[in-house]
């Protein structure tokens, strides 16, 4: 046995104890009726149009470092991504931000992000919650919700099994009703996003506590308009169940696993 792989073997056995993060958590399913392409392409057409938009009205990327500081942690949430989900590599993720747009975060299929700059600054969010903010946006596109939705959204909709994607999407975005019945699948994903973003932050190597102190900012402003919902009240629950094991999984770096 040659030096160098002893000492490979003597550093293999000293970090053995915190092997139990270093392995993907996440098994994404996928097999929803609608073709992902489907979903992209649509997508990508409002994602342009809007920030077509808001670039003509001078409000998008107005704050440059906001925008710098966005970029450097989707580079480092992209690592942790890959690690859990080895398709993620193939999105071509996209952010901006805006300005005036009444926008938070949000996600769109095929990797698209918009980040308001006033829902930043007003909860002055520090860098690992910037980071849970993403990869919660991340997990609704790794996870396909938009597909996933419209494919749910067919069984709620009159004669819905013989209408296309585009079809759906106008039905969802027209019908309060529909909205209304489909509240529960929305939810669940609200909370599966908290789940999978919880995992690719701490992969990524952002300090959990974070996400919960994320949060707790969200429901204090959510006070303001409503006493904090079930959903609001879900996810600080299970974020609190899921702290220690995200502090494990956050002990193994992502780069010494490759
Ligand atoms: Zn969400």
Redesign the pocket.
């Known amino acids: 046995m040659t030096p160098r792989l002893r000492s490979l073997l003597a550093v293999l056995l000293i970090s053995t104890p915190t092997l139990v993060g270093a392995q993907a958590v996440l098994d994404i399913r996928n097999d929803f009726y609608f073709p992902t392409d489907a979903v992209d392409r649509v997508a990508e057409r409002v994602y342009k149009t809007r920030t077509r938009e808001l670039a003509e009205s001078a409000r998008l990327d107005v704050d440059a470092t906001l925008l710098a500081r966005l970029r450097g942690v989707l580079a480092a949430l992209k690592v942790g991504a890959r690690f859990e989900h080895a398709q993620s590599a193939t999105v071509d993720w996209e952010i901006h931000t805006c300005r005036r747009c009444g926008e938070n975060a949000s996600a769109m299929a095929g990797g698209r992000l918009l980040v308001g700059e006033e829902f930043v600054n007003e909860l002055a969010l520090s860098d690992a919650e910037l980071a849970y903010v993403l990869a919660?946006?991340m997990a609704?596109v790794l996870a396909e919700h938009s597909r996933e939705f419209a494919s749910a959204a067919r069984y709620f909709v009159d004669n819905g099994r013989h209408r296309d994607y585009q079809d759906i999407q106008n039905e969802l975005s027209e019908s309060f009703v529909v909205n209304l019945r489909m509240a529960a699948v929305s939810a669940q994903?609200?909370i599966e996003?908290d789940y999978i973003g919880f995992i690719l932050g701490a992969r990524s190597g952002y300090e959990p506590y974070a996400m919960l102190s994320l949060l707790a900012k969200l429901n204090g402003e959510l006070t303001d308009s409503a006493a904090m919902n079930p959903v609001g009240q879900k996810r600080i629950s299970q974020a609190q169940a899921m702290l220690e094991t995200a502090r494990r999984i956050r002990a193994v770096k992502v780069s010494a696993l490759h």
């Open positions: 919660h946006e609704h994903q609200e996003a």
